[in-house]
């Protein structure tokens, strides 16, 4: 695990959309209880916390274990990327984030790793999960104000990591991380999560890995 591990972020969550509602209950459900040991290796996890539209950064910090970006360096990359733009596209034009999937790409190349779309017609035990270092996944949801759901969609951010060979969901918009499992859990929460439809999956890997292909199993 890359770097050491410090206390979470601090930060309001937002809601989520229905669509994400039902797993984030699941999920956030499997983070409550449990033995003393899976209590402790939460509190080892490092967990950024919702704030504005930073999803893509706290996903980024959650996937990495440590605070590599923020919002100034997010913004840096969108200038790179678009450096002519008089609105540019890669973020929101209020300055409040919502990167999209060009932002987390060119972060993750700056320390030589790399984002692999996951094309949803393969099967989940292709997944050589050893190669992995976490997955960072995008599902739509609905903007709130206060108590109040605007008829607003944008797509939200979320990592999963494992520690000790445990996985865990740590969307920026739960509480704490909520404990998955194992590589069977995790397939199976990656297939419930790709069932909806509208999201999408990437694996986080070293470039050399992404260059070699190995992080897909032979057929």
Same mark, same amino acid.
């Given at each position: 695990?890359?770097?050491?591990?410090?206390?979470?972020?601090?930060?309001?969550?937002?809601?989520?959309?229905?669509?994400?509602?039902?797993?984030?209950?699941?999920?956030?459900?499997?983070?409550?209880?449990?033995?003393?040991?899976?209590?402790?290796?939460?509190?080892?996890?490092?967990?950024?916390?919702?704030?504005?539209?930073?999803?893509?950064?706290?996903?980024?910090?959650?996937?990495?274990?440590?605070?590599?970006?923020?919002?100034?360096?997010?913004?840096?990359?969108?200038?790179?990327?678009?450096?002519?733009?008089?609105?540019?596209?890669?973020?929101?034009?209020?300055?409040?984030?919502?990167?999209?999937?060009?932002?987390?790409?060119?972060?993750?190349?700056?320390?030589?790793?790399?984002?692999?779309?996951?094309?949803? %017609?393969?099967? #989940?035990?292709?997944?050589?999960?050893?190669?992995?270092?976490?997955?960072? $996944?995008? &599902? =739509?949801?609905? +903007?709130?104000?206060?108590?109040?759901?605007?008829?607003?969609?944008?797509?939200?951010?979320?990592?999963?990591?494992?520690?000790?060979?445990?996985?865990?969901?740590?969307?920026?918009?739960?509480?704490?991380?909520?404990?998955?499992?194992?590589?069977?859990?995790? %397939?199976?929460? #990656?297939?419930?999560?790709?069932?909806?439809?509208?999201?999408?999956?990437? $694996?986080? &890997? =070293?470039?050399? +890995?992404?260059?070699?292909?190995?992080?897909?199993?032979?057929?």
């Amino acid at each position: 695990m890359p770097g050491a591990v410090v206390p979470a972020g601090a930060g309001n969550a937002a809601a989520a959309g229905p669509g994400a509602a039902s797993w984030q209950r699941r999920s956030g459900a499997m983070s409550e209880g449990g033995s003393e040991e899976e209590a402790s290796e939460r509190r080892e996890l490092y967990h950024e916390r919702q704030r504005l539209e930073l999803c893509a950064v706290h996903a980024l910090n959650n996937v990495l274990q440590r605070p590599c970006f923020t919002q100034e360096a997010a913004d840096e990359i969108c200038k790179r990327l678009a450096p002519e733009a008089r609105l540019n596209p890669h973020r929101s034009v209020l300055g409040t984030g919502n990167y999209d999937v060009n932002v987390i790409m060119a972060a993750l190349q700056s320390l030589e790793l790399a984002a692999v779309w996951w094309d949803k %017609r393969r099967s #989940l035990e292709r997944l050589a999960l050893g190669r992995i270092v976490g997955f960072i $996944l995008n &599902v =739509p949801s609905n +903007v709130s104000l206060g108590f109040v759901s605007l008829p607003v969609s944008r797509k939200h951010w979320l990592a999963v990591r494992q520690l000790r060979g445990t996985y865990y969901n740590l969307d920026s918009k739960l509480k704490a991380p909520a404990r998955i499992g194992g590589e069977g859990e995790l %397939r199976t929460f #990656l297939r419930q999560f790709l069932s909806q439809g509208l999201c999408e999956v990437f $694996l986080v &890997v =070293p470039k050399a +890995v992404e260059e070699a292909g190995a992080w897909l199993n032979p057929e």
